[in-house]
C-alpha cells in the first residue's frame, strides 16, 4: 500500500465531516421524536402533578434513576468517541474507515439503549392510572407541538409565544420521553 500523506486542508475536511457526522448522530431530532435528556428536567414537576401512588413513585423514581443513570454514560462514551476521533485525524496515516467504524458502533448501542429506555418508561407507563395516561399523553402532544414549532421556518412559528400551550417555558415533564429519542407506536 502507497503511504498518503495528507495536507492540513484536507485534514481538516476529514476531521470536519466525522464530527458532523457524529453530531448530526448525537442531537438529530426528527419531528415526531423527542429526547429523553431534554424532559428529564421536567420529570420531577411532572410526577407530583400526575399525583402518584406509592408504588407508582418507586417505579417511576427507578426508572428516572436508571435513565440518568444510562444518559450520563452515553453522553460520556460521546465525548470519548470525539476525542478518539480528533486524536485519529492527528495520526500520520489516517484511515476514515476505522475512524467510522466507531460512530456505526456507537449508533448500533445508542439504538439498543433507546429500546430500553423505551420499555422502561412503558413499564411506568402500564403502571398509570387511565386518568395518568391521558395526562401523559397531552404532555407527549405538548412536546411534539413545541417540536415542530421549533422546525417551522421563522415566518411560520411567529404566532403566539409557545405554540399552542401558551408559553409555558418547557412544558410540564418527564414522562413523556419514553426513551432518548421515542418514536410513538403507529408512527
Known sequence: MTSLTFTPAVRRLGLALLLGTTALTASAVPIAEMRLE??????PDFRTELKLNANQTILWQ????????LLRERKARHERLQAGVAQ??????????????????ESTQSLTEEKQLREWWLSVNDALDEQQRQAVAQFIAGQMA????????R???????????????GGKGG????????TLPGN
Open 62 to 69: 427507578q426508572v428516572e434513576g436508571k435513565s440518568r443513570q
Open 38 to 43: 431534554d424532559l428529564l428536567p421536567m420529570a
Open 88 to 105: 485519529g485525524l492527528q495520526a500520520p496515516r489516517l484511515e476514515l474507515r476505522d475512524l467510522l467504524a466507531g460512530l456505526d458502533n
Open 175 to 182: 414522562m413523556g420521553g419514553a426513551g432518548a429519542s421515542m
Open 155 to 169: 415566518s411560520e412559528s411567529r404566532g403566539a409565544p409557545g405554540g399552542e400551550h401558551g408559553g409555558r417555558k
Open 146 to 153: 413545541r417540536i415542530m414549532n421549533a422546525a417551522a421556518p
